[in-house]
């Protein structure tokens, strides 16, 4: 009897992992999302080096995505964004300037959103946070305020405006 439970038990939770493990996968593009928060988040820090590195790797990011990897629905949404979200990253990387790296993100986070919105590519709230002051957008993954377009100058102004699950 105690082998029969035994069994019963490990059965059990071979496949609660497995079903664990199944449904929290990444989406192939959670990737870009995380690279998109280390561009926002080194703006927040008023730090044009760093925003131009982290853009380097979101391009590459990018760039990266297999999309025989994607399901037919998200490669529908993706591929039509593909080349603007490039051409935002290149632009945030190549600047010279953390107010033109600013005004390029802004475009990077409309294309972001539109992503975001029709794809499922992050398992925890992405936050849809809008600065008045620049009438500009941003993705968060975090509650909390942190304005990428002033950073340190009016780090809490905005509103989240749209929070996507």
């Known amino acids: 009897m105690k082998k029969i439970i035994f069994i019963l038990t490990l059965l059990t939770t071979t496949f609660s992992l497995q079903t664990f493990a199944t449904n929290s996968a990444a989406s192939p593009l959670s990737a870009l999302l995380n690279s998109y928060f280390d561009v926002k988040n080194a703006l927040v820090n008023s730090d044009g080096i ?82 008045p002051m620049t009438k500009n957008y941003w993705l968060s993954n975090d509650q909390v305020i942190k304005n990428p377009y002033f950073g340190k100058q009016m780090l809490s102004c905005g509103t989240v405006k749209d929070t996507l699950i």
């Open 50 to 131: 760093a925003a131009a590195a982290k853009s380097k790797e979101l391009l590459a990011t990018i760039e990266a995505v297999d999309v025989k990897n994607l399901s037919t629905d998200d490669a529908k949404v993706f591929l039509p964004l593909k080349e603007k979200l490039s051409v935002s990253a290149k632009a945030i990387a190549g600047a010279k300037d953390i107010a033109a790296q600013r005004s390029s993100f802004a475009n990077l986070s409309t294309d972001f959103y539109a992503l975001t919105k029709n794809v499922k590519i992050s398992s925890t709230p992405v936050y849809y946070a809008y600065c």
